[in-house]
């Protein structure tokens, strides 16, 4: 698993409350991805990071941000979540040097009621 | 929209039989990915073919890569029934350090 958690795996909460979701890696790699996965759309980009305090937005990053004060930390936040968040969340780094490899969390199951 | 597209969104086979998958892109590509899901869990990487290359081998797994078509497919030999799973494939442009997943075919193999 590369040494990626994220935390927590399971969570439900309610319309209009923020929500952050954590990613850990241990490993010191430089790029990581928050993707989300819904049924007939596969893995979508949110955002993605290339170093400390460097982040980039993905396909679909409307209504997320996201931090990265330490290598190992990579922080998805909702700031007010929708229904329409509700989804499987993946973090995942990319391997080091010239490899294009991702490899990926566990996921965080993510219910917005 | 997705920059690949998987064929068929779904397959059942019966163990022992080969099970082949496509893939379809849009763009240019530094190399192209196949990961597998298993239900429920993160995908894991299976294999990775450059643009420069048209067939690659890894254990019971062939990808071909067509690039003037913009196409690859994933042959699976002799297939098991822990070969149920997803696959996606994945698209690297050559100027960005992220990929783009397809939308996925789910393999079932029957014992």
């Known amino acids: 698993d590369a040494g990626i958690t994220q935390s927590p795996r399971h969570k439900v909460t309610e319309t209009g409350t923020p929500v952050t979701l954590r990613c850990h890696q241990t490993e010191n790699h430089r790029y990581m991805y928050w993707y989300r996965q819904d049924p007939g759309h596969g893995l979508r980009l949110i955002h993605y990071?290339?170093?400390?305090?460097?982040?980039d937005k993905g396909e679909v990053s409307d209504g997320y941000s996201v931090s990265r004060s330490k290598t190992e930390d990579f922080l998805l936040t909702l700031e007010s979540a929708t229904s329409s968040q509700t989804s499987v969340y993946f973090c995942?780094?990319?391997?080091?040097?010239?490899?294009?490899?991702?490899?990926f969390g566990p996921g965080t199951r993510l219910t917005v009621t | 929209s997705q920059q690949g597209e998987e064929d068929p969104q779904a397959l059942s086979i019966q163990e022992g039989e080969n099970a082949t998958m496509n893939c379809s892109y849009k763009?240019?590509?530094?190399?192209l990915q196949w990961y597998r899901q298993n239900s429920g869990r993160g995908l894991v990487h299976l294999i990775l073919i450059r643009s420069n290359e048209r067939e690659k081998h890894s254990g019971r797994l062939r990808v071909t890569l067509d690039t003037s078509k913009k196409s690859s497919s994933l042959l699976i030999t002799a297939s098991r029934a822990a070969d149920t799973a997803s696959y996606f494939c994945a698209t690297a442009p050559p100027w960005e350090q992220k990929v783009t997943f397809g939308t996925g075919t789910k393999l079932q193999v029957i014992p």
């Open positions: 995942a780094i990319k391997g080091g040097g010239l490899t294009y490899e991702q490899y």
């Open positions: 763009t240019s590509i530094n190399n």
């Open positions: 990071s290339y170093g400390v305090k460097d982040t």
